[in-house]
């Protein structure tokens, strides 16, 4: 389970990092033919997935230390 949600965390967070990144470009690399405003309908999608990919992310990290304490307390 940790690691399942490690993996999509990671995952996700290069997902909405590249889509947040490429929005946030759009105007500049395009001499002003996109508008901002255009532009924002890729930027807040990427940076709502870019923030829960990177919550996941510390949560599957979270449960593998907790498991691993768990264990290695169980076998001593």
Same mark, same amino acid.
């Given at each position: /389970? %940790?690691?399942? #949600? +490690?993996?999509? %965390?990671? +995952? %996700?967070? !290069?997902?909405?990092? $590249?889509? =947040?990144?490429? @929005? !946030?470009?759009? *105007?500049?690399?395009? &001499?002003?033919?996109? @508008?901002? &405003?255009? #532009? /924002?309908? %890729?930027?807040? *999608?990427? #940076?709502?997935? +870019?923030? =829960? @990919? =990177? +919550?996941? $992310?510390? #949560?599957?990290?979270?449960?593998? !230390?907790?498991?691993?304490?768990?264990?290695?307390? @169980?076998?001593?």
């Amino acid at each position: /389970m %940790g690691k399942v #949600a +490690l993996i999509l %965390g990671i +995952l %996700g967070i !290069l997902l909405g990092g $590249a889509i =947040f990144v490429i @929005s !946030l470009l759009l *105007p500049v690399i395009t &001499d002003g033919r996109t @508008s901002w &405003d255009e #532009a /924002m309908i %890729g930027i807040i *999608p990427g #940076a709502l997935i +870019l923030s =829960f @990919s =990177f +919550l996941l $992310a510390i #949560a599957g990290v979270i449960v593998i !230390l907790i498991r691993r304490k768990k264990a290695v307390t @169980s076998s001593q």
